[in-house]
């Protein structure tokens, strides 16, 4: 690896990182920024849930408002918030939002400008007035979720390097508090031992009860010290740093759990891939983990049960081995009986000026069977043309599938492809194929018996 050209790159990221923060100010409404240099929102969540603020904005439906009555949705801005505005991945918190007349839902908060909180609120009762004073609380148990999630992610991301190699990179992330997401760069799926090794790493750190510590340094500083940056994230001359001790070390402006033991417990739901070079991990932690392998065991209990034995992977493949069984005899007596269907289509041929046809209706086949049965008249009749066709359910629907074979001294004077075509578009369908098999279907079933007779006229004509 090339680490002083690495480094090089990541000093030349940073800086376009800056100068994006002056471009998309252009992008940012006005009124906005005029909030944010009047009164740039204090975010207090780091410390605790809950504050104390006054509302210094208020808008419904994108227009500043003096107040919202009871049912009324909008924004609220706060000089002071616990409410963390989704950045980073991690989505806004959830909670209340309150005063002495009035009270409002929180249901998501995110960040308009670097130095502003939207607080997207309901309000349940009451009506809120800008300038009033409030009470802001965070919904606890999710953010403590969330939280959980937060740190997970950067226990994988050390877990992958370590399992994977140091080629591994954040590619991207959601942390909710039901679930995380996690993308990073690797050119092949994982292995089901590598996927077990990254959840015991993972749940080992868990265990050890590892403190979580944070810190605000200078970005330089944060990079000499051996914290991973993202490419994709803006940092200011002033950065957080989140550290697993002895584990990981990020920068990252995410809510963190104190110590690994408040994770509860690690599993992976699902690895793939998500684009070239780039794969995702779906895991849960927490009380979700739990009530996911809870979920896991009691079905498999189930299937114990179905099963008659305690051994249920023992008693499903020994199911599956009688299942093939089955469908093997069954598909052999399948043949069987279309063996014995086109011997009896065959003997009732039709001879039209020596050439003989065989147009029938059989209910109940897939095409593939139906192209097997169109096959079995072909060999037995030695020499002619045959046009079958059956009607299948599709769920509460019924549709009709059309097969034309032709043996191959007829195929010249009588394409099956161009004789399908024919009786295909009388039944209201279509179809085609080459000179010796074609293929086709109608959904207008009562049109098919009529198109199947007009075989014997369409060849006649033919003769002529």
């Not at 920024?33 to 504050?51: H, M, V």
């Not at 090794?197 to 000499?224: F, G, H, K, Y």
């Not at 690895?271 to 009691?298: F, M, P, Q």
């Not at 000026?353 to 192209?371: I, T």
């Amino acid at each position: 690896i090339d680490e002083k050209g690495f480094q090089r790159e990541l000093s030349r990221q940073r800086e376009k990182a800056r100068l994006s923060w002056n471009e998309e100010d252009l992008t940012i409404p006005s009124i906005y920024k005029e909030i944010a240099e009047r009164t740039p929102t204090e975010f207090t969540g780091y410390e605790g849930l809950s504050s104390t603020a006054r509302i210094v904005g208020i808008f419904k439906e994108g227009t500043p408002v003096e107040r919202l009555i009871s049912g009324e949705e909008g924004l609220l801005f706060l000089d002071r918030t616990p409410f963390y505005g989704e950045a980073g991945g991690q989505v806004g918190d959830k909670g209340i939002i309150s005063s002495d007349s009035a009270i409002a839902e929180v249901f998501d908060a995110k960040r308009p400008h670097k130095d502003l909180v939207a607080h997207y609120v309901r309000v349940r009762e009451g009506i809120i007035n800008l300038h009033d004073e409030i009470k802001a609380e965070v919904d606890s148990a999710l953010r403590a979720a969330t939280a959980r999630n937060h740190t997970a992610t950067h226990l994988l991301h050390r877990a992958l390097r370590d399992v994977l190699g140091e080629h591994v990179r954040q590619a991207g992330s959601l942390v909710t508090p039901e679930r995380l997401r996690f993308d990073f760069t690797h050119i092949q799926a994982l292995e089901e031992e590598e996927i077990e090794e990254i959840e015991e790493i993972i749940n080992s750190w868990i265990l050890q009860n590892i403190p979580v510590r944070t810190t605000i340094s200078s970005l330089d500083e944060a990079i000499r010290s051996g914290a991973i940056a993202l490419f994709d994230e803006r940092y200011g001359d002033t950065v957080r740093v989140v550290e697993v001790l002895g584990v990981s070390k990020e920068l990252c402006g995410g809510t963190h759990v104190r110590q690994t033991g408040d994770i509860g417990c690690f599993i992976i739901l699902s690895e793939g891939s998500v684009a070239s070079g780039i794969r995702r991990i779906e895991a849960l932690t927490g009380l979700n983990a739990y009530n996911h392998a809870r979920d896991s065991l009691k079905q498999l209990r189930e299937i114990s049960r179905l099963l008659s034995t305690k051994r249920p992977l023992e008693g499903l493949k020994r199911l599956l081995e009688e299942q093939k069984e089955l469908q093997a005899e069954l598909q052999s007596q399948r043949q069987k009986l279309l063996s014995i269907e086109a011997v009896a289509l065959a003997d009732r041929a039709r001879e039209i000026n020596g050439v003989k046809v065989v147009s029938a209706r059989v209910d109940g086949l897939e095409q593939k069977d139906l192209r097997i049965l169109a096959d079995h008249i072909r060999e037995r009749m030695g020499s002619g043309i045959i046009v079958v066709g059956s009607v299948i359910s599709d769920n509460d629907s019924k549709q009709a599938v059309l097969i034309a074979a032709v043996t191959r001294d007829l195929q010249k004077r009588f394409p099956a492809g161009e004789i399908l075509k024919e009786i295909a578009s009388r039944a209201g369908g279509r179809g085609g194929g080459r000179p010796d098999m074609a293929q086709g279907g109608t959904k207008e079933i009562d049109r098919l018996d009529t198109a199947l007779n007009e075989v014997y006229d369409l060849i006649r004509n033919r003769l002529k």
